[in-house]
Each structure stands twice: as structure tokens, then as C-alpha cells.
């Protein structure tokens, strides 16, 4: 038998290679290595705050306009049908613009107003009485200044605040509003002898938000909710 080399270590008998299984030289096997690491972490519990966590993720997603919404009217405050308020925007708008164009005709007499001109109907007939005046100011121009407010006052942004003078002051102003028209439609028929439709038309509309805006009081829309009757 040779001598060893002193210093040197015997092999193996059999010549077999001493390595582990799983190891290059005694270096860690790489898919030995992933699996004692995936088997190391530990797996996911769906707690609880997980689970509130992407449920709220989720609200925020999808429920964003009924959030927004709820948090526009103020706790306590019976909030308007938006029905209501676009109906009566509508409304204010349609006065509006009636009131502009009598406006318009009655300072500039260019201006022909599109009515026929019969015994019953006869717009210039009207605009052109001196009940067209009131306190010194022209019918057409005190329209013209009620429908701005109401334009305004009736908008769906403006409904949605909760101030109880805006509340009052338009409740306030389709009383004054009816009354002037009720006066007016009585100088019609019993002064005047003559109906303008486009004055008419204004009317119609003065009393369909009159009723509107009344319901709406009753109703309590805009004002704080009585503790002891909710």
C-alpha cells in the first residue's frame, strides 16, 4: 500500500462521493433552499382588519356619491327631493327668461311681442296700460328682478344649504309673488279688459312654484328636525 501524505485526510472507502443530499459541495441545493423557504413563511390569516381593510377600500370605490351625498346635508336636517329642487330650477329659469324678453319689449318699442291681438288677447294692450307700472317701476323690470333671485334662490346648490334665512327668503318671496300676481290678473280682467299670454305665462309659472315651495315648507325640507318628534 502507498504511504499518505502526512497532513491528508483518508477518502472514503469505495471511492463514493461523501455529499449530502441536496447540497453541492456544501453549498445549499437551490430548490432545496426555495422550499425550506416557502416552507418557513407563514401562510395568511384573513383576520379581521384585513378584511374591514378592503371592505372599506371597496365603499371608497364604489360608494363614493352616496358618501358625498350623505355628507352634503347636515345630521338633523331634512334634506329636499331632488326632484323638488330640479323641478323648481326649472321653473325660475322659464320665468327668467319670459321676464327678459318682456323686458326687452317693454324698453324698446323695435320690439314686437309674438301675441295676436284679438278682443280676449292683446299683449301690447297690457304692457302698454299704466297698470303695467307699479310703484313707478315697470311690471316687466319687477319680474325681471324676482326671477333673478329665484333663479338663484332655486338652484340646486342653494337648496342643498341649510341657512334658515335662504329658507325663509324664498318661503317669503313666492308669498309676495302670488299676491303681486293675483292683483295683476285682476287688472287684467276687470282694468284692462285684455290678457297678454306671455304675461300669462309668467303667472302659471309664479303659482306652480308657489305651490312647489309651500309644500316644501310643510314638508320641512331644509330645517333642523324637532328632537321630540323624531
Known amino acids: 500500500m502507498a504511504a499518505r501524505k502526512p ?4 477518502r472514503p472507502s469505495g471511492g463514493a462521493k461523501s455529499r449530502d443530499k441536496g447540497t453541492r459541495g456544501g453549498r445549499p441545493d437551490a430548490n432545496a433552499t426555495t ?5 418557513k413563511q407563514p401562510a395568511r390569516q384573513a383576520g379581521p382588519g384585513n378584511g374591514q381593510t378592503r371592505a372599506a377600500g371597496q365603499a371608497q370605490r364604489g360608494g363614493t356619491a352616496p358618501v358625498a351625498a350623505a ?7 331634512a334634506a329636499t327631493p331632488a326632484w323638488l329642487q330640479w323641478t323648481t ?12 324678453y318682456l323686458t326687452i319689449a317693454h324698453f324698446n318699442t323695435s320690439v314686437t ?15 302698454t296700460s299704466p297698470q303695467s307700472y307699479a310703484f313707478g317701476i315697470p311690471v316687466a323690470v319687477l319680474g325681471l328682478a324676482f326671477y333673478l333671485f329665484l333663479a338663484v334662490a332655486n338652484s340646486p346648490w342653494v337648496w342643498r344649504m341649510t341657512w334658515p334665512p335662504i329658507r325663509w327668503a324664498r318661503t317669503g318671496s313666492m308669498v309676495v309673488g302670488i299676491l303681486f300676481v293675483l292683483w295683476l290678473v285682476y287688472a287684467e280682467l276687470f282694468k284692462i279688459g285684455a290678457i297678454c299670454l306671455w ?3 309668467v303667472h302659471v309659472i309664479t303659482f306652480a312654484l308657489f305651490v312647489l315651495i309651500m309644500f316644501s315648507f310643510a314638508a ?4 333642523k328636525k324637532d328632537p321630540a318628534l323624531a
Open 113 to 127: 311681442l309674438a301675441c295676436p291681438a284679438t278682443s280676449t288677447v292683446n299683449c301690447e294692450k297690457v304692457t
Open 199 to 201: 304675461c300669462t305665462s
Open 35 to 39: 422550499g425550506q423557504r416557502q416552507g
Open 7 to 10: 497532513g491528508t485526510a483518508a
Open 220 to 223: 320641512g325640507y331644509g330645517a
Open 89 to 100: 330650477w326649472a321653473l325660475s329659469l322659464g320665468g327668467l327668461g319670459v321676464s327678459i
Open 71 to 77: 355628507a352634503a346635508v347636515e345630521p338633523g336636517v
